[in-house]
């Protein structure tokens, strides 16, 4: 059981932030990454929709014999984390539990929260931080054009500074001490972000706390893969280009090779 | 057969300015929509997955037995054309070749092209433009910024025009006469498009232009319903909410009744 992957999922690119995440805490494992780019993005589509396409890739990783489901996509695992559970008989991760629970470790309470439209609507963050920390204060918005300016390589541009400044307006209202970037995508906009908010607020990225929830169950549950030097593994359901080229800037590292599939 | 109604499809929301115009030059037409919401965008994916979208969309449209096919996004129009006219037996339209026409009007031959990645790399706005004005200088940009600042609804926005300023800098150095507007969404940028180019450009909506073909290839083969007060039809892929919401801008109308489908 040791010995087999985790598979990882997202839409798109996104979730390769997570995947360089457990790499780095966990380099011995193997991983199996999935981007459903022939539909992507999640974040503007429906609940029944997103669950769906969310079965359909977890089936594909699963079929390849993962010992772990890592959901590397906050709409995703805002709305289709009980279905997956149900549905196949491994331990699912999603990025919202590890992301409420570094959140609900702030001083002031008073926590902003980001992400796309389903993540937002789905109200999952509240709900997960309300648990550990019933007081706390949480706004939430949603920021859509922050996916499409990091894909277009503007994060640090001024453009997306004035974005953020038109999205951040009530999270300065709010005064918040912590910021959760409820998206993948959104790490690489922190700089810009920071611009807005000041160096003050603690930004927390889901991909790192994600990492270390794997990280923790491997311990607990004896999953550790013993080894050195991991195998990775990239799957995507539209033609590679656009991913590789993107997913660079996500990885940090060359996407070399990367193999077309079809789940629908 | 004159009696049968227009199929008109899209990825998504773009397609009902499409819609729109046919509904206002053919008034008797009977109308049926459909909206790819749950792939939406087709711009940024790969030509063999567009084809497939395409395709799959036409089937249904086909199925309800209509006269005539619209393909009212550029990007399909740009990809699946030869495809869609190979597998059924119905005339297709798309919005390129009338959107290219009205642009080899151009007086100083300069003509400017904007559409998502996948219609600019198709290369099909410039074939066909030079194929009816072969010495024309055709300067193409992708501006993938634009559909997401449109249906967030920030086409007047600051941040609209800093962004059209930034794409629209070789179409000024080129000193065109004339702008394409290929892409469904872009008509809604029209004044923020002007700001930044002046009103000396002439804007080719491919909307209208294809409106225009439908009326000219009715009356051509005598194919026009001669009734007042068509029926219009609308199915989408995912839940219609986001699509009855969005769709109004473009429609300039209410979407009261939007029926969900599965064509995958």
């Keep these: 059981m040791r010995h087999?992957?985790?598979?990882?999922?997202?839409?798109?690119?996104?979730?390769?932030?997570v995947l360089?995440?457990?790499?780095?805490?966990?380099?011995?494992?193997?991983?199996?990454?999935?981007g459903d780019t022939a539909r992507v993005p999640y974040g503007t589509k429906s609940v029944t929709t997103v669950r769906r396409?969310?079965?359909?890739?977890?089936?594909?990783?699963?079929?390849?014999?993962?010992?772990?489901?890592?959901?590397?996509?906050?709409?995703?695992?805002?709305?289709?984390?009980?279905a997956l559970r149900e549905r196949f008989q491994l331990p699912v991760i999603g990025v919202i539990e590890p992301g409420?629970?570094?959140?609900?470790?702030?001083?002031?309470?008073?926590?902003g929260v980001i992400g796309t439209d389903g993540t937002i609507n789905s109200d999952r963050y509240p709900e997960a931080i309300h648990t550990l920390l019933p007081?706390?204060?949480?706004t939430s918005v949603a920021c859509p054009l922050f996916v499409p300016l990091a894909e277009e390589g503007w994060a640090g541009h001024e453009i997306?500074?004035?974005?953020?400044?038109?999205?951040?307006?009530?999270?300065?209202?709010?005064?918040i001490d912590t910021l959760v970037l409820g998206c993948t995508h959104y790490p690489l906009l922190r700089n810009t972000l920071e611009k807005v908010l000041g160096t003050?607020?603690?930004?927390?990225d889901s991909a790192e706390e994600t990492a270390k929830s794997v990280?923790?169950?491997?311990y607990q549950q004896g999953l550790a893969r013993p080894e050195h030097g991991g195998s990775r593994n990239f799957f995507v359901t539209d033609v590679p280009t656009r991913f590789k080229h993107v997913g660079q800037t996500f990885l940090g590292a060359d996407l070399v090779q990367v193999e077309q599939v079809q789940i629908d």
């Excluded at 409420?100 to 926590?111: H, P, T």
């Excluded at 003050?200 to 927390?204: A, H, I, L, R, S």
């Design 135 to 138: 007081d706390a204060q949480i």
């Design 200 to 204: 003050g607020v603690t930004m927390v």
């Design 100 to 111: 409420a629970r570094r959140a609900a470790e702030s001083l002031n309470r008073r926590i």
């Design 20 to 34: 360089k995440e457990i790499a780095h805490l966990l380099p011995g494992e193997n991983l199996i990454y999935l």
């Design 53 to 82: 396409y969310a079965l359909e890739a977890a089936e594909f990783l699963v079929a390849q014999g993962v010992k772990l489901l890592v959901v590397a996509c906050n709409t995703a695992s805002a709305v289709a984390l009980p």
């Design 215 to 218: 990280q923790q169950l491997f």
């Design 160 to 175: 997306a500074r004035l974005t953020a400044v038109e999205y951040l307006r009530p999270l300065l209202s709010a005064q």
């Design 4 to 17: 087999r992957a985790i598979g990882i999922f997202d839409s798109g690119v996104g979730g390769l932030t």
